[in-house]
């Protein structure tokens, strides 16, 4: 199987899944779609991780949780996504200290599709990629990162980029939010 992956200037697939928000009974499930987040006027970050129930995920999954603010200050809608369905993350969130008190959305893409058509999935056992897009206000994808199945992220990155990016000016390398940037 190869890989293309959807890269910056492309714009965000359009998708309705669902995804899992609290759990609470009755509660946990919500229909998420593309449609709403562009409606939203919101940047959208979404991170995938390639299996619920694993060792490297949740440590990522609650990093993400412990900067939900920062995400919301930042006009930014934070969506995590894997290819596992919504009664498997309901079972991990109530299962998993650290996962229970979510702040954003668990999408689950059990049919792979928008995994496909981003190009993340692992060509042997079909599960996403550690996978980051940022998407802008109008759907355009502004930054995609990929990590191989055993490394985890920077959530701290991920926000200096998210920072960077809506400056719409020129950042050198490691600029951080309240740092001069670069005229032409």
Same mark, same amino acid.
């Given at each position: 199987?190869?890989?293309?992956? #959807? /890269?910056?200037?492309?714009?965000?697939?359009?998708? =309705?899944?669902?995804?899992?928000?609290?759990?609470?009974?009755?509660?946990? +499930?919500?229909? #998420? /779609?593309?449609?709403e987040l562009k409606n939203s006027? =919101?940047?959208?970050?979404?991170?995938?991780w390639p299996k619920d129930f694993t +060792?490297?995920?949740?440590?990522?999954?609650?990093?993400?949780?412990k900067h939900a603010q920062d995400f919301a200050d930042r006009d930014a809608v934070l969506i995590g996504a894997s290819t596992d369905s919504e009664f498997v993350h309901a079972a991990w969130?109530?299962?998993?200290?650290?996962?229970?008190n979510l702040q954003f959305p668990m999408l689950a893409d059990t049919s792979k599709s928008l995994a496909t058509e981003l190009g993340i999935l692992e060509a042997n056992e079909k599960v996403a990629y550690r996978a980051t897009y940022i998407v802008d206000p109008q759907g355009?994808?502004?930054?995609?990162?990929?990590y191989d199945l055993s490394v985890g992220r920077s959530v701290k990155e991920v926000l200096r980029v998210l920072d960077a990016l809506q400056?719409?000016?020129?950042?050198?390398?490691?600029?951080?939010?309240?740092?001069?940037?670069l005229t032409a």
């Open positions: 199987m190869k890989n293309v992956i #959807l /890269s910056v200037g492309s714009e965000f697939p359009e998708f =309705k899944k669902t995804s899992v928000v609290s759990i609470e009974k009755g509660k946990e +499930f919500y229909e #998420l /779609s593309s449609e006027g =919101k940047w959208m970050v979404m991170f995938w +060792f490297v995920c949740p440590t990522e999954i609650a990093e993400f949780n969130r109530r299962d998993h200290e650290d996962l229970r355009i994808v502004r930054w995609v990162s990929l400056t719409d000016e020129l950042c050198p390398c490691n600029w951080n939010k309240g740092e001069a940037t």
